[in-house]
């Protein structure tokens, strides 16, 4: 598999992992997939106040 040869390549001296293009993109995903999408706290108030403007349920939140 090519990406595999690539994961098992030699790391940079500093450097805990090998990177290639869409690499950093794949991890945020994985991440994003597993604990939902980081928003900055003025999104969160807009979509609180939009949502009770307009009769929506309460926006449920999940602290990290």
Known sequence: NYLQ????SKKT??????HYPGY?????E???TLNG????IEVIE?????S???G???LEIHDV
């Open 13 to 18: 001296e500093g450097s805990d992992s090998v």
């Open 46 to 50: 807009w979509f609180k106040q939009y």
């Open 24 to 28: 950093p993109e794949f991890l945020a």
């Open 37 to 40: 999408i980081p928003l900055h």
């Open 56 to 58: 929506l349920p309460k």
């Open 30 to 32: 994985k991440d994003r």
């Open 5 to 8: 040869r690539i994961m098992d």
């Open 52 to 54: 009770s403007n307009k």
